[in-house]
């Protein structure tokens, strides 16, 4: 299994930035890509931004340029670089790990990190 574990939420006020960190542990291996998602009440999961173990990045259209995504294979690490945050930005945001193993493809969700962004 992999266990995967976000961080760095909170309350900020619009225009802030804020840096959330996610770290996949367990069985690592196999791992090709991570990203986020967010989720606010009443609709469906959505895209933010995704980077492979080859530093490939893929972002949502209305995310690209205001957010970052980077990341650290060796440590199964990534992070999102949140600016210039909107009010329209508070969700809870998830961490997603894609595992290719043995020819099974797997993914793996955190438990999810609130952000909300406020005045």
């Known amino acids: 299994q992999v266990q995967v574990v976000e961080s760095g939420g909170g309350m900020i006020k619009p225009g802030e930035s804020l840096r959330l960190s996610c770290t996949a542990s367990g069985s690592v291996y196999g791992i090709y890509a991570m990203g986020w998602f967010r989720q606010t009440p009443g609709k469906q999961r959505e895209l933010v931004a995704i980077?492979?173990?080859?530093?490939?990045?893929n972002y949502a259209d209305s995310l690209k340029g205001r957010f970052i995504i980077s990341g650290d294979s060796g440590k199964n690490t990534v992070w999102l670089q949140m600016n210039s945050l909107k009010p329209e930005d508070t969700a809870v945001y998830y961490c997603n790990v894609h595992r290719s193993l043995y020819y099974v493809e797997s993914d793996y969700w955190g438990q999810g990190t609130q952000v909300t962004v406020s005045s």
């Open positions: 980077i492979t173990n080859n530093g490939m990045t």
